[in-house]
């Protein structure tokens, strides 16, 4: 597995998530401004988000305030880091050109600041034909320079392994892959074969959702109302069967005088892969800048290892998942 050199990435689909229920320009700019501010000041280095995050009317909305915030920036810092977007091959966007639209659009809202373009997800279930012209597309789109590096997500071994050799028939790297895990993600053999697929290849392994939404900061004993009503279902079913993990997670964080969130966190990473943790404020982005600062033994490794293999409950698997 490539070493985790650079810690956590900053995602956001959190924002994208607020945006459809409920944001508050004013204030929830103001408090967004800030809390990215601090994660890229703190070293975070990868930022992630979507052209599918915020839809309806606010279709985008992710990338437009990425694009602003970044406009604070002085050139040295931007150059530091990677400002990636998932695009979503919906069925409207077909062949080989189907994503180049797509690109302009969410290169247009990150003030051109856009360098890794990762496929949402393969449409190899439901439009198998589809799936070889998009990453031909975006093949072209490094080709022709406008994008440095391009990534996939939510790709099965199969896939990925059919993806990888396409590209590199053309003499072009797939950067890295983004797939779920945490310690609430039910262990696969699939999810060996990608790591083992990224290992050979040296493509970057990232983790979304590596709080299993929040579900994993939670101390023992509260059960906090979440800000939407589907979260608030995962918790009401969840929290109740991971309590001992939870707790184990307390108990190692008290070593380090850290927060169980950084114990989950450097979880993720002592597997070798890059959290993109969703950050809503500037105390979370404080708490996983923090959790580069120090990493789990073998043993606590090894213990939160068996606490995720026993684990009773899992977090849902995306139905966008190929094989
Ligand atoms: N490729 C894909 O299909 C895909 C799918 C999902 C996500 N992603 C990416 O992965 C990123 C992260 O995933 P995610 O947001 O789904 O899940 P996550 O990172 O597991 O959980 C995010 C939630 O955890 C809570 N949190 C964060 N830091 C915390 C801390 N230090 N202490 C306590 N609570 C903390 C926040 O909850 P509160 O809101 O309650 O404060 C936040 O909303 C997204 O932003 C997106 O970029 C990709």
Redesign the pocket.
């Given at each position: 597995m490539i070493k985790n050199r650079v810690g956590i990435g900053f995602?956001?689909?959190?924002w994208g998530n607020k945006f459809v229920w409920g944001y508050k320009a004013e204030t929830d700019d103001i408090l967004l401004k800030k809390t990215f501010s601090d994660a890229i000041e703190g070293g975070l280095d990868l930022v992630?988000?979507a052209d599918s995050y915020g839809t309806g009317k606010l279709f985008g909305q992710s990338e437009t305030l990425i694009g602003d915030f970044l406009e604070e920036f002085p050139i040295t810092k931007l150059k530091k880091i990677t400002i990636a977007t998932?695009l979503a091959p919906f069925p409207w966007r077909i062949g080989r050109n189907g994503l180049k639209q797509a690109f302009k659009e969410s290169n247009k809202r990150l003030k051109g600041n856009l360098k890794r373009v990762q496929l949402?997800w393969s449409t190899y279930r439901y439009a198998p034909w589809q799936e070889e012209q998009l990453i031909n597309g975006l093949g072209d789109l490094y080709e022709d320079g406008f994008i440095e590096e391009i990534g996939l997500?939510?790709t099965g071994p199969k896939r990925l392994n059919f993806l990888y050799q396409k590209l590199k028939e053309r003499g072009i790297k797939i950067k890295s892959i983004?797939m779920?895990f945490?310690l609430l993600t039910k262990p696969s053999l699939a999810d060996e074969k990608i790591k083992n697929v990224c290992n050979e290849n040296n493509i970057e392994y990232l983790a979304?959702?590596?709080?299993?939404?929040?579900i994993l900061?939670v101390p023992v004993n509260k059960s906090p109302k979440?800000?939407t009503f589907i979260r608030n279902q995962l918790f009401r079913k969840l929290l109740p069967k991971t309590s001992e993990l939870r707790a184990l997670l307390g108990n190692i964080g008290k070593k380090y005088s850290a927060?169980q969130?950084q114990v989950a966190l450097n979880w993720v990473r002592s597997h070798g892969a890059k959290p993109?943790?969703?950050?809503?404020n500037p105390s979370?982005a404080k708490?996983?800048i923090a959790a580069l600062n120090w990493t789990l033994t073998k043993k606590e490794k090894e213990s939160l290892d068996l606490y995720r293999e026993h684990c009773p409950i899992n977090m849902p698997t995306?139905p966008?998942i190929s094989p």
């Open positions: 995602g956001t689909w959190a992630d988000t998932k949402h997500s939510n983004q779920q945490s979304y959702s590596p709080l299993a939404l929040g900061t979440t800000s927060s969130a993109i943790v969703g950050i809503r979370q708490d996983a995306n966008f």
